[in-house]
């Protein structure tokens, strides 16, 4: 890859506002809309494959190291994932931030095979940011479980 294809590729991703990524979920319903193929270790978001590429350039990770995984704990592939999803939603800092939770929250709930799956981000944002004292318990899908109280 060029130099040229390179640096604009930098400057697309550093223009692209987490207004305009969040713009995008709205769009959506807020949800995130993934497909992932288990053996191939694909995973589609709104109909576009996600690639290690761009979180390799984005954190300064090489791409050798970095692979997607889901369906299993403790799984660095599993928080590759979670970077590469919430990258495509929020600004770098707050992506990064973020993934460790959603790693545990959604991606180690997938299923150890092929999955198509519609995931609330704003639920779970909205969820996750509050105090602990106001948490409610969400599934996979982001929606969140009234009348559950935390102890």
Known sequence: MGLKK???KMIDNFLESEDA??????????????????????VILYGQEL???????????????????WG???DLGGFYLACAILLEVY?????YNLAKNFQNDFI?????????ELFNIQ????NWALPKS???????????????DDD
Not at 29 to 37: S, T, V
Not at 91 to 95: F, H, T, Y
């Open 72 to 74: 299993e704990s403790d």
């Open 134 to 148: 106001k948490k409610k318990p969400i599934d996979k899908e982001g929606l969140v479980h009234e009348g559950v």
């Open 51 to 69: 690639t290690k590429d761009k979180i390799c350039e984005t954190y300064g990770w090489a791409p050798e190291d970095v692979y997607f995984s």
């Open 91 to 95: 600004n770098k800092d707050r992506a």
């Open 6 to 8: 390179i640096f604009g």
């Open 21 to 42: 990524k969040l713009t995008r979920v709205k769009k959506h319903g807020g949800a995130l809309e993934l497909q992932g193929f288990y053996q191939e270790k694909r």
């Open 123 to 126: 639920v779970w944002f909205t």
């Open 108 to 116: 180690i709930s997938l299923p150890r095979d092929d999955f198509n």
